[in-house]
């Protein structure tokens, strides 16, 4: 018997749908019925979380709490937050929730230290950059994290919220390749698409390799979770 | 204010996924908080809905109502079902639900009928062909509706269960151009993709060009029936 996974999303929209389906494709499944139960409440009223981190807006906790109690009371026995920005949030939000809430960075640095890495580049949206989620995650699992510089950081926040989130910018207008090379020009073993939002932007860009993907991480470690088998051994 | 949707999913869990990408794209939004409140339960213990129209197969109903109670119960005031197949059950459904449930055989007939097509080609597994929701639906709309041979049926359904749901034969095996001649012969206008999983093989073979994706129809009713603008016209 499988435990029904729940997914706190909207943060964004895309990004929930994006975990559902690398969910979809680990889970080792011949037919429909084989696939985890998976409840998702893809909660838009969550407010922004870069904004509650770094500009005094609205708290997000409430509405996650929300989310957290509806999918719980609707038969979750796991939660994941398809969103990295949110885990500056987690401790509040896990402490008040009665079942697991996997923490994505702490998950992705430990797939880091067993494949012997010792510096990750971090691109992720300020929220998470300045809130040091992914610094502490990472240093606590013996990984050195370095970031772009500013100017480069405002690109990264460019492809996030103009690219990604709005649709109003191309994605190749963002200059990805000179973001990539400012990092690995720091030492940068692999790259962190540490932003939910990052690896649908880097697919459609088609420079997913030497990058590990978190969500997909989330995704590996829910199915082993869940009491399913995985489609690949690791979540690389 | 917009109204909460909700999702009976997980038939299969691949095309909730589609359905939720479709009515992102279509709802109009500038950020994460511009997009509608969406619960969705991929409820993978429904029956095999072919399996029980055509073979004596469990009844998917009690499961379905299960997933429509648990959404109505945390907040949905709107149901969908991203299974062409499911509404053969959708009186039974309906009839035990106390929100209004989108019908997506009887919105991708009137969308025909609005654009003045008098024939139209069905691809959907045997249930839906067989149980007459199509055919129904399109006859009280003026529509008629045309068929694969039933060697060409028989690669719809491999298409179907073995390439999407299950994975295990290349979508390229399948004669998708074979199948689309032998209906275009026949008098269609244009294709319906009026299995879930249909437009997701379609995209990924690039031969979306002359078909009319059902999805993608409930997609938008959905997004205005919510209350949200639309990002196009109309859902071809």
Redo the contacts between chains.
């Keep these: 018997m499988t435990k029904t996974v729940g997914i706190i999303g909207?943060?964004?929209?895309?990004a929930?749908?994006d975990l559902?389906?690398k969910i979809?494709a680990l889970t080792k499944?011949?037919?429909?019925?084989?696939?985890?139960?998976?409840?998702?409440?893809?909660?838009?009223?969550?407010?922004?979380r870069t904004a509650a981190i770094l500009h005094g807006g609205p708290d997000p906790v409430p509405e996650m709490r929300k989310s957290a109690r509806?999918?719980v009371?609707?038969?979750a026995e796991l939660l994941l937050m398809p969103c990295n920005t949110a885990h500056y949030f987690y401790d509040d939000l896990a402490a008040s929730v009665p079942v697991p809430v996997l923490h994505m960075p702490r998950l992705t640095a430990a797939v880091l230290q067993k494949a012997g890495i010792k510096t990750a580049g971090v691109l992720a949206t300020d929220g998470t950059v300045q809130s040091g989620v992914y610094e502490t995650a990472l240093s606590n699992a013996g990984v050195r994290a370095v970031y772009p510089d500013q100017a480069m950081q405002r690109q990264v926040m460019r492809l996030i919220?103009d690219g990604v989130?709005?649709g109003?910018v191309p994605l190749s207008d963002i200059p990805v390749d000179e973001i990539l090379a400012g990092l690995r020009a720091q030492g940068a073993e692999t790259v962190l698409l540490a932003c939910t939002e990052l690896p649908i932007a880097f697919r459609a860009l088609g420079l997913t390799d030497g990058c590990l993907d978190p969500t997909r991480v989330l995704a590996f470690a829910a199915v082993r979770a869940a009491g399913a088998e995985t489609t690949a051994p690791d979540p690389w």
Tied chains: 1, 2.
């Design positions: 909207g943060m964004g929209p895309a929930t749908c559902m389906e979809i499944a011949a037919r429909d019925q084989d696939h985890l139960h998976v409840l998702t409440d893809v909660n838009t009223a969550i407010p922004d509806r999918l009371s609707a038969g919220y989130k709005a109003a």
